[in-house]
């Protein structure tokens, strides 16, 4: 009797008869001739130049004032004082003194900023506990080891909030007064609820819950940051509602940064009283600064920042300029290519001939 054939031999692994599987599917292949791809190329650089020319007008009608008040005014001697690690907890206060030439119109943004300050080393932001900022029980009386080293005070107390983050958290203040034509001082009103991300706010900060406990008692056991002057149930002595994992500043500080200059919300101004309705008027301001952030150890500078926004965003020309440079190149290859196609492929022979 003959051998029956099995089904390994070479007709058995054959792909099936199909369109998808011979390649067979009916496809489009472009043929790209200098009439279709060049008046493509100058087309996308008439475009780019367009939205460079408007979005650059855009960033050009915000307002902004930058005051770099590291050593300037009276805070020259909050600077050096500073330099001390053994003056952390004294207090000092400093005034700097500015002009505003042209009214800002519109809602006014109130931002610190610190330069040379690297937020975005893996190990300063792996240094934090996300169980204990969300309120977890557990994590607030035996906080993570990526804290480490801060995790446990001298005395052995576990710290809240723990981790690098929240120790270096940035902790001058600010009040801005206006000084009119008339002599009279009015101070400037500032929002300071309500500046951070909403998702942050409700869904990753959040007080540990204990029934029939206050917040005092319910962080009772915990110890303060080491460089914070106050603990985290007493951040803001104004507003109880403020304190804790949930304070405003303590949120905006724990979204890192991604570059070494940055600049985060401090408040934005409340137009709900005159002369203030319109924006800032015209004038002399001073800003009261309690001066507590020591930068000599990273040679970095500190600023206010005052500015106006639009839908784009504030005074940055990167996107502008990029749009722009990006027109001029795909100009300048429509051109060269033009040229190229004019002296050797117009009569439609063949360039190497």
């Not at 949930?246 to 600049?263: G, H, Q, S, Y």
Request: charged share 20%.
């Amino acid at each position: 009797m003959g051998k029956v054939k099995g089904n390994s031999g070479p007709l058995a692994r054959r792909p099936d008869n199909s369109a998808f599987k011979q390649q067979r599917l009916p496809a489009w292949s472009p043929m790209l001739t200098a009439n279709t791809v060049l008046p493509f190329f100058y087309f996308m650089a008439v475009i780019c130049l367009v939205l460079g020319i408007w979005l650059l007008l855009t960033v050009q009608s915000t307002q902004e004032i930058k005051l770099d008040y590291t050593e300037a005014g009276t805070c020259d001697r909050c600077f050096e004082k500073r330099k001390n690690v053994s003056n952390a907890a004294e207090s000092c206060s400093c005034t700097v003194v500015f002009a505003v030439e042209k009214a800002f119109k519109g809602d006014v943004f109130f931002y610190y900023g610190l330069r040379n300050f690297h937020q975005n080393l893996r190990r300063y932001m792996d240094s934090r506990d996300d169980g204990q900022l969300v309120g977890r029980k557990t994590n607030l009386k035996s906080p993570s080891s990526y804290c480490e080293p801060f995790t446990n005070d001298e005395n052995g107390l576990p710290i809240a909030p723990c981790g690098a983050v929240a120790n270096s958290m940035f902790n001058d203040s600010f009040s801005l007064t206006y000084h009119g034509s008339s002599g009279g001082s009015t101070k400037v009103p500032l929002l300071r609820r309500g500046i951070t991300w909403y998702t942050d706010k409700n869904v990753k900060f959040r007080n540990p819950k204990i029934d029939n406990l206050t917040l005092t008692q319910v962080f009772e056991g915990t110890a303060k940051p080491l460089y914070w002057q106050k603990p985290v149930y007493e951040l803001d002595p104004l507003d109880p509602t403020n304190n804790g994992f949930i304070n405003d500043d303590l949120i905006v500080w724990m979204r890192e940064a991604a570059f070494p200059n940055f600049k985060k919300l401090y408040g934005v101004l409340y137009r709900a009283s005159k002369p203030f309705t319109n924006g800032l008027p015209t004038g002399n301001y001073s800003i009261e600064i309690s001066y507590n952030f020591p930068v000599q150890h990273f040679q970095g500078r500190k600023e206010v920042v005052l500015t106006t926004l639009t839908w784009f965003g504030g005074q940055n020309h990167f996107l502008p300029i990029a749009y722009l440079v990006t027109s001029g190149l795909i100009l300048l290859a429509a051109v060269v290519l033009t040229v190229i196609w004019w002296k050797f492929g117009k009569n439609g022979k063949n360039m190497m001939e």
